[in-house]
């Protein structure tokens, strides 16, 4: 597996991995009322390019395809990760933030992690600030706001 920085070409491969992963591998903790909000039929790949192309974004190949990416922005905030559906619990993950978390410099890295994912980050150190609901065209959507220290904050 070969972790790499994103490229615009990818972002239409990231869209479709991300749709597919949601609707398969979340539908166990969120309806499929919940799923359809999350992610939709209709995602703007221009807003998806800007957002990744900004941010620190890397993609894990393997044979060529792309099983997986991440990205963090400037102040630690992890936005997303997402690992193809067939390839859960093998460390595609793992790596992707080992990247990430190397990249940034800021003292603690932050994400919105949904339920499923929760014990992902648990498990890397991150713990949980607050549950929250967030609400997308009406449907409310549980995620925990979760946060991890990385570095000493020196005075």
């Not at 609707?23 to 995602?43: C, M």
């Not at 620190?56 to 393997?62: C, H, I, N, R, S």
Request: aromatic share 10%.
């Amino acid at each position: 597996m070969i972790i790499r920085r994103y490229e615009h070409k990818d972002c239409e491969h990231l869209i479709n991995l991300f749709y597919h992963t949601v609707h398969t591998i979340n539908a166990k903790d969120y309806s499929q009322e919940q799923l359809d909000v999350w992610a939709g039929d209709k995602i703007d790949l221009e807003a998806w390019n800007r957002s990744l192309s900004k941010h620190y974004t890397v993609v894990a190949v393997e044979n060529n395809i792309i099983v997986g990416f991440g990205d963090i922005d400037k102040s630690g905030y992890l936005d997303r990760l997402y690992v193809h559906k067939d390839r859960q619990r093998q460390g595609v993950a793992t790596a992707i933030c080992d990247k990430l978390e190397q990249a940034v410099r800021a003292n603690k890295i932050i994400t919105h992690s949904s339920i499923t994912a929760r014990p992902f980050f648990a498990q890397r150190g991150f713990r949980v600030v607050k549950e929250q609901q967030v609400i997308r065209n009406g449907i409310a959507l549980t995620n925990y706001l979760m946060e991890k220290q990385v570095r000493e904050i020196s005075i």
